[in-house]
């Protein structure tokens, strides 16, 4: 699987859209970017997946570019309990198996009020 | 009320002392899962099992033991052989068909060996 690289922190106002880099180059054509949220203390959360187009659910945004080496998590409208750790983690779908995930450090968001 | 559950939140044993952590799902899904994370570090693959009565190492099996004898739980036995084991430890469930299948996971079990 692919490895990314993310920011180890940010910081955003609430009220304000976050926008969450990650750096994946040697991603290949038939893997997928997922992304998931870890809050403090609490077992991680799945956010939004993509292959190469944009895609947009209740909590979030994912915007690939169009060579796929990197990707953004958008949260349009930040609160104080989007504060968390999140993960990129890139890899190949398993048509039938178990579903192992590679995580990295991930960028430790914090919303200001 | 569907989702994983574990316990207990936190645990405490001398060292020398096997410990087994509990996970329990009822989301009805084959796959389960359980990672160690340590202080501000990502978290990593100790087992996972595909199936009843299967199980497969992850990254960092070494001083750890698993059991799959029903669907519903899989518990994670830290050995006196695990040379760190003060950890956050979380488990995991997924459905194992469909190409892009999220993982479910518990709260966690936060285990300091003293």
């Known amino acids: 699987d692919a490895k990314t690289t993310q920011p180890p922190s940010m910081d955003c106002a609430e009220g304000r859209a976050a926008n969450l880099p990650c750096n994946h180059s040697?991603?290949?054509?038939?893997?997928?970017v997922y992304w998931y949220r870890q809050i403090h203390s609490q077992g991680p959360q799945y956010i939004i997946h993509?292959?190469?187009n944009n895609e947009t659910n209740e909590m979030a945004s994912l915007i690939i570019t169009e060579d796929r080496k990197s990707s953004t998590l958008i949260l349009p409208h930040a609160t104080l309990r989007d504060t968390a750790v999140y993960y990129c983690i890139v890899r190949a779908p398993i048509i039938q198996g178990a579903q192992k995930l590679v995580f990295g450090q991930g960028t430790r968001l914090t919303i200001n009020p | 009320d569907g989702g994983i559950t574990q316990s207990p939140k936190y645990l405490f044993r001398k060292e020398g002392q096997n410990v087994t952590l509990s996970c329990e799902q009822n989301l009805n899904h084959d796959a389960m899962y359980w990672y160690r994370q340590d202080p501000g570090q990502g978290l990593r693959l100790i087992y996972y099992s595909q199936i009843v009565n299967d199980f497969q190492k992850g990254d960092i099996a070494e001083g750890y033991s698993v059991s799959r004898e029903k669907k519903e739980s899989f518990p994670l036995t830290v050995t006196s052989a695990q040379k760190n084991p003060t950890a956050f430890y979380l488990c995991?469930?997924?459905?194992?068909?469909?190409?892009?299948?999220?993982?479910?996971f518990g709260p966690g079990t936060r285990l300091t060996v003293l």
């Open positions: 040697t991603i290949s054509g038939n893997e997928y």
């Open positions: 995991a469930s997924s459905i194992v068909t469909g190409m892009y299948n999220e993982q479910f």
């Open positions: 993509g292959l190469k």
